[in-house]
């Protein structure tokens, strides 16, 4: 343990410089199979999410606010994996896997700020989803433009300010002593018992976070969807009803597989979990939500897949126009050509 000055403290402190994971196995012979196991689902995660990125630009039928909220969830999922994987692929090799300080701290801000703004993005969906279906006839009206822009400013707006606080809260702490943290990335339950000072006003940052992202969002979306459930039994017809529920069932499934699991880790007495536990359901939403979630609204959807039809049909007729323009380039020069006047050299 290398002693150093406190990076967030008021500097007459010496503290750990470094923290030790536990990774996430303990048998090397394990981790070396998992490695492209995990790097493959790092990939499939970077490719799927860029993917639907890219597709929701280019295509202009999915210029909707539903599929701005999901471009902007791809890029949080992006940006969680990120902040996760390669940590994970690199400990995969690593006999002793240690982590700065600073690298500790930049890492629990980035998965707080990526985790609070997906609490955010999930409820501004929800809203999304309720006026689609309690208003139809205004929702063009409802979800302009700058109403979208305006909620995911303040989506990651909140995310980036809660994150702030948390990190500072929890690393602006006294560390003397213990640095083994019994995860496979910096997780503040994990870090706080670590301190060796008075550890209650990082704790009540962390209790209010959590009630008030964590718990606010997800009473604010199960509320959206008590309102949906009472809009959709309005609809008189039966197909009507399996449109409208189709319409949020992607983002209900995304919302349950996120909260559940999130739930399960941190919202349980420590006795019920052991630590192996918790590490797998924390891959599940570090690792597997991310790669997921483009599936979860993709497979099923018409739109989607006619825009993918779209944008691969005209992928594959544009070097069939190019050649044609060549050629009909090469064509013209060549009547040109052929239409000059020979010079009679003969006078």
């Known amino acids: 343990?290398?002693?150093s000055r406190s990076v967030?403290?008021?500097?007459?402190?010496?503290?750990?410089?470094m923290f030790v994971l536990l990774g996430l196995l303990d048998q090397a012979e394990l981790q070396l199979i998992l490695f492209p196991v995990f790097l493959g689902t790092y990939l499939i995660t970077l490719i799927w999410n860029l993917g639907l990125i890219i597709l929701i630009r280019m295509d202009s039928h999915l210029q909707t606010p539903m599929y701005f909220f999901l471009s902007f969830?791809?890029?949080?999922?992006?940006?969680?994996s990120s902040s996760i994987s390669p940590r994970i692929l690199s400990d995969f090799l690593k006999t002793e896997k240690t982590i700065s300080f600073i690298a500790c701290a930049t890492q629990n801000f980035v998965l707080a700020w990526m985790g609070a703004s997906e609490c955010c993005l999930l409820t501004a969906m929800a809203y999304d989803r309720y006026v689609a279906i309690?208003?139809?006839?205004?929702?063009?009206?409802i979800m302009a433009p700058s109403l979208c822009w305006r909620m995911v400013a303040g989506v990651y707006g909140s995310g980036f300010f809660i994150s702030f606080v948390q990190t500072v809260a929890c690393f602006n702490l006294y560390y003397c002593g213990p640095n083994v943290i019994r995860h496979?990335?910096?997780?503040?339950?994990?870090i706080i018992p670590l301190s060796c000072s008075d550890p209650f006003i990082s704790q009540l940052v962390l209790f209010l976070a959590a009630l008030f992202v964590g718990f606010g969002s997800f009473l604010v979306i199960i509320f959206s969807y008590v309102f949906i459930a009472v809009s959709i039994l309005k609809v008189a017809s039966f197909e009507g009803c399996v449109k409208a529920f189709k319409t949020c069932g992607s983002h209900l499934a995304a919302v349950t597989l996120f909260y559940g699991t999130v739930f399960s880790v941190y919202m349980h007495h420590s006795s019920q979990h052991s630590t192996k536990q918790d590490k797998v359901l924390s891959v599940v939403y570090t690792i597997l939500i991310p790669m997921v979630n483009p599936l979860i609204y993709s497979l099923r959807n018409t739109e989607i897949k006619e825009a993918l039809k779209r944008v691969l049909k005209k992928a594959v007729h544009l070097p069939q126009k190019h050649s044609i323009w060549a050629g009909s380039i090469l064509k013209r020069k060549a009547g040109v050509k052929t239409l000059r006047p020979s010079v009679d050299l003969s006078n």
């Not at 309690?134 to 009206?141: D, E, I, K, V």
């Not at 496979?184 to 994990?190: E, L, N, T, Y």
């Open 184 to 190: 496979f990335f910096c997780d503040i339950p994990q």
């Open 73 to 80: 969830l791809s890029f949080i999922d992006i940006c969680y």
């Open 8 to 17: 967030l403290g008021d500097g007459n402190h010496t503290s750990v410089a």
């Open 134 to 141: 309690g208003s139809p006839l205004q929702y063009s009206a």
């Open 1 to 3: 343990m290398m002693p």
